[in-house]
């Protein structure tokens, strides 16, 4: 029962990490700033007929400039934790080599600022902005990729190891292999299938070596994969469609999973590549201990269920966001987080990522009704406080995203944030949702 203004009456455990997510690329801008090398996002947005109307990352939300403005807004609503990532260029400009100081500088201020608000940082190394120098070379083809970028994860360890209590490694490695391999309209913009599954490997193999290093330094932070999950449903009861979904389940879900968690690639995704696909010859002795190194926790990123055809294609079943991509199916958050607790649990879970776009504009009175986003919102967290409820060791949930940003292939034209941010004066403004957030936060429920 909901009472007058939608709220349910549904109590969170107490402590729980009310958060929001963003990415270094997607937000920061200051593109040339303090030494910051480019990255394959850089390239990719630079080359016409890449984004919606060739927009980049170049000045974003300006965030790398304005991080104190948001910083304070990040407190007005209440925020408990702040996912946000480091740009690896930022770090080490050719993706090798001595760390910029002054790139790491940035994140020490940023870190420093949320633990004055009593915000806990929460970092993920890598967002999808490779040093555009490591592509040359290969890129996540490359399986020196991955040692790279053990380096460069030992070199933010030490410089911002001891004060970002939760880091996470790669950001959606399925993004990369899907978009960025076979569709081809992320960074790098390849459309190879069968270099796209070895990239998933060299991506595997980064994270664990990643693990690592942070063990190695001696922290006690903990650390852990964030995984964009699916959940895939049959598009009906016939054992066609119920055997294809179980293999579609396979590509999206148990490719990224079973490496970490159980040591081993799903024996039906690698039958259905062959034996003779590049990922199959990329394993080498070892590589899937380094890869299932034990971790602290998951980061589950939820936004849309997936049907599935007795023939293997996917099938609509819900009214879809502004991105047509995302059907809007709350149940399907309690389905994921219930399902990988169950199989690969238990483990702790953060919800690092759940959200909608939505067609905002600044009304005259200059507030933004954003009432789509406050309903899903609201529905998505009933049914992980349902999860909770079945023993879901939930810790913590990020709205995407704190602010309005550059939305990859889309740019500015899809706005994702709890604020809104009007590009031409970069003036900051709270949507509906945010203020609906802040008594979210306030009261520990919705
Ligand atoms: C996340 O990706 C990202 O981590 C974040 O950076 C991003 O801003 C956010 O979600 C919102 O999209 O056009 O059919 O090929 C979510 C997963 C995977 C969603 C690729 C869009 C494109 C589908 N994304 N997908 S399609």
Same mark, same amino acid.
């Given at each position: 029962h909901s009472d007058? $203004? /939608?709220?349910?009456?549904?109590r969170f455990p107490p402590d729980f990490g009310w958060g929001a997510a963003t990415s270094a690329y997607q937000v920061e801008g200051a593109a040339k700033d303090d030494g &910051?090398?480019? @990255?394959?996002?850089?390239? =990719? @947005? &630079? !080359? #016409? /007929?890449?984004?919606?109307? /060739?927009? !980049?990352? +170049? %000045?974003?939300?300006d965030h790398y400039h304005r991080y104190p403005t948001d910083l304070d807004l990040m407190r007005d609503i209440g925020l408990r934790s702040y996912r946000f990532s480091i740009a690896w260029p930022r770090v080490q400009p050719d993706g090798s080599g001595a760390?910029?100081? &002054? /790139?790491? $500088? =940035?994140?020490?201020r940023l870190v420093d600022g949320l633990h004055d608000r009593g915000i806990t940082p929460m970092a993920t190394l890598f967002h999808w902005d490779l040093p555009q120098a490591l592509q040359d070379t290969g890129g996540w083809e490359n399986r020196d990729t991955a040692y790279r970028f053990a380096d460069y994860a030992r070199a933010v360890f030490d410089a911002l190891g001891a004060q970002v209590p939760v880091w996470l490694t790669v950001n959606e490695p399925k993004t990369v292999v899907q978009n960025g391999y076979i569709i081809g309209h992320h960074? #790098?913009? &390849?459309?190879? #299938? +069968?270099?796209?599954y070895l990239v998933a490997h060299h991506l595997h193999l980064a994270h664990g070596l990643a693990v690592a290093q942070l063990r190695d330094t001696g922290s006690t932070s903990r650390i852990g994969p964030a995984l964009n999950l699916h959940p895939c449903y049959p598009a009906d009861d016939s054992p066609a469609s119920v055997a294809a979904a179980r293999l579609y389940d396979g590509y999206e879900n148990r490719l990224y999973l079973d490496p970490v968690f159980t040591g081993s690639y799903p024996a039906d995704v690698l039958a259905d590549l062959g034996p003779d696909s590049r990922l199959a010859r990329g394993i080498h002795d070892g590589d899937l201990?380094?890869? @299932?190194?034990? %971790? +602290?926790?998951?980061?589950v990123q939820y936004y849309t269920p997936i049907y599935v055809t007795a023939t293997g294609g996917t099938e609509r079943r819900w009214p879809t966001s502004v991105a047509t991509w995302q059907q809007i199916f709350p149940e399907g958050m309690y389905d994921i987080l219930t399902r990988v607790t169950r199989d690969y649990g238990p483990v702790p879970i953060t919800v690092t990522e759940n959200g909608l776009p939505t067609p905002d504009a600044l009304a005259a009175d200059g507030t933004v009704d954003d009432a789509g986003r406050v309903a899903f919102l609201r529905?998505?967290?009933?049914a992980a406080h349902r999860a909770i409820a079945a023993g879901v060791p939930l810790e913590s949930y990020h709205v995407w995203s704190l602010l309005d940003n550059f939305e990859w292939e889309q740019g500015y034209d899809q706005r994702w944030g709890l604020i809104y941010v009007d590009y031409p004066t970069q003036r900051r403004v709270l949507k509906s949702s945010a203020h609906w957030y802040r008594r979210v936060i306030a009261d520990n429920a919705i």
């Open positions: 007058t $203004d /939608g709220r349910l009456g549904l &910051r090398g480019e @990255s394959v996002w850089d390239t =990719f @947005s &630079r !080359t #016409p /007929g890449r984004t919606h109307g /060739g927009d !980049t990352g +170049d %000045v974003a939300a760390p910029n100081q &002054r /790139g790491l $500088d =940035f994140y020490r960074a #790098p913009g &390849r459309q190879d #299938p +069968d270099a796209a201990e380094t890869i @299932s190194a034990p %971790v +602290d926790l998951l980061a529905d998505h967290l009933a």
